[in-house]
């Protein structure tokens, strides 16, 4: 095991493919992370969810009873921190900008398209830990701040008011 | 997305979660997760290859016996459509993972266009369409041509461009 504290960090892999479970797992234990979970569907996700502190949750989107945007829904409608701000990172296969467009909407932190590899897996992992988001808890939307990227307003548009901060 | 600027909506933001940051300590991931790290990395995805391979090959058994089921007994089309899609969806991402490029590109344009007939009628042309799909994803994984398939890929890549589903 790597000489460092990586297995601090406990994790929540979700997925009905075994295959693809072993896989992540593998992965992130070879980088450190072994402090690993696993839930073969979205009910056994909740459930984990319900009993377990996770620091971020890597979900499958496609699955049989509960999809992960509805692990998503869950957690973030929750509205009370901690649970509600647990990053999340969608895994799947649904490359259209369509999904991806839900699943930002849903309120996650990142996604990952598969096939995947390592290190696109280290990028959406490091973002979470070393560079989390405000978290924005509203009516309509609930999640990490979708303006995250720091650009001017297009041109002839007011940058938005501000908002008081907690 | 939601339009933040409604001035009725209540918007309360809370200042980003430094817990993680915390938790790393004086743990430097530029040298943890270095490059040599995340190649090791890789290799855990290559060495995974030859499992999913096997499981892409069972599903596209699986496959098979569902288009051959559709096509002999056409009734409950949703009921079918849905059980090609979920099968043609798990090959698409095993089949990328494990280096089988073009096999994951017929498993895409496969679920793709099952997705779109779920609310149209499924006319004979279609359901044939279907089974090439199918019978092209299963020869490609026996004859195990890895990547985009060459010379062979590029004759089939023209094929789905050319395949159009009778109206």
Known sequence: MPPHSLHAFNILIVDDELLIRNLVRGVLTSLGFTNVTEANSGRKALEQIASNKFDFIITDWRMDDLDGIDIVHHIRKSQTPPLCNTPI?????????????????????????????????????????????????????????????????????????????? | MANNDDPSDDVTVLAADQSLLRKLGNINLDKVLSPEAIEKAEAVITDASDGLYVDCLKEADKLESVVDQFKSRALDVEHHLKKIISSSFSIKAKAGQSGYDLVSLLA????????????????????KIIAWHAQSIKQLLVLNVKGDGGKVGEAILAEIEKLKFAA
């Open chain 1, 89 to 166: 990172i969608m895994l799947t296969g649904n490359t259209e900008a369509s999904y991806v467009k839900t699943a930002i909407s849903a309120g996650i932190n990142g996604y990952l398209i598969k096939p995947f590899s390592a290190e696109q897996l280290v990028k959406r992992i490091r973002a979470v830990i070393e560079a989390p988001r405000d978290f924005i808890i509203s009516k309509n939307f609930t999640g990490p701040d979708r303006r995250h990227i720091n650009q001017p307003p297009p041109e002839g548009m007011d940058r938005r008011k501000k908002r008081k901060k907690k």
């Open chain 2, 108 to 127: 895409k344009s496969l679920h793709v266009r099952c997705e779109e007939m779920l609310a149209e009628q499924v006319t004979p042309s279609a359901l």
